[in-house]
């Protein structure tokens, strides 16, 4: 018998199983959940990227748990501020690192408070561990916000963290300065650590004025920090599996050396992505801008397709790569996007599968290279219905 800390069915939800009877039948839709940039029609610079990956450094194996210090040092690079190679820690993922910080801060049975709606793979990464990842609703006054009642009323003895996405995914919403200022108050109040997962914080579209640059440019937090972030999205190269945590502000320092001891049990980037670090991170910033171009264009057709429905509307995009629409409730999220699929041909997520409640919203990736023709067949069918 598996763990508990498994899910107790591995059974496909109905829009999966839809989606995989599609696959099955070669019947042809428009994927807007795609979300993997590899597979997007990006023109990537292959030569570039592959040198880099034939680097020599691949050829050695010089273990450090902390990652290479010349790959730490072209990460601190990437993001200025001052960041010391020292306080980083190198992991495949943002994904394991998530782990690392889970198994770092928590013991079984504690909880991390998660302001929602928000990336939905924090429940398991969190489960898996042991520990409740625990959704604290936003307030959802034209964006949202983080409702600081709610995090109150939320936080238990067994409270260990607040883990925030800036901007978050799948709202794209940026974090205030006045949100940042509130959450280091609330964590150093209660001796929480605060995560914020950073992977999004270049993709910035329809930014609010007042919104806080990056966790890593403030002034020095009182509570532990950790930013994490990775190539993932950053250089749009989720396959090369290279992430980071960065751990500041009061205590953070302490925290390090046991979080050394966790990477030390697994020392898992590889050797060829630690010596390809520094050269694909100098290319991130062209690769930054194909996705950019391609996520205003898609924003603008998103925007066209909506124009003249009134019944439609959506959530500002602040930043990222996905856009939230507000649709008449008119039946479940799961029934809507089978509906979407069966007869406009075209994948979405309903909202509620990122914890957005009710029935009234869907989440669309502005990444797709069709996106313009698959946004305008499920808006004309979603208009219809409404009508
Ligand atoms: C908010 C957020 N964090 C982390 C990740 C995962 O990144 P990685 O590939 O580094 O695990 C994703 C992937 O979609 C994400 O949306």
Sequence with gaps: MPSHRLPPSLEPNALSQEVDRFRREGLPFID??????????FAY????????????????????PRGSRTAREAVAAWHGQGLDPEDLVLAASTSEAYG??????????????????????????????GVEARPVPALAFGRWQVDFQALEAAAGPRTRAVVVVHPNNPTGQFLTTSEWEGLLAFCAARGLALLVDEVF??????????????????????????????LSKIAALPQIKL????????????????????????LSVSASAQAAAADLLRLAPGIQAGLKARLRRNLAALDAALAGRPALTRAPVEGGWAAVLRIPALEPGEACALRLLREAGVLVHPGHFFDIPGDGHLVVSLLPEPFPEGIERAAALLDARAR
């Design 201 to 230: 914080v270049d993709y910035a579209l329809e930014p609010p004025a007042d919104r806080l640059g990056s966790a890593l440019g403030t002034p020095a937090p009182p509570c532990p920090v950790f930013v994490l972030s990775g």
């Design 243 to 266: 992430g980071w945590v960065a751990a500041r502000g009061a205590g953070a320092r302490a925290l390090l050396e046991p979080l050394t001891f966790l990477a030390d049990q697994y």
């Design 32 to 41: 807007l959940t795609a979300t993997n940039p590899t597979r997007c029609g």
């Design 45 to 64: 610079p292959e030569a570039e990227i592959l040198a880099a990956l034939a680097a020599p450094g691949t050829l050695a194996y010089h273990p450090d």
């Design 100 to 129: 690392w910080l889970f198994k770092l801060l928590c013991d079984p049975g504690d909880e991390v408070l998660v302001p929602s709606p928000s990336y939905p793979l924090f429940h398991w990464l969190a489960t898996l561990e």
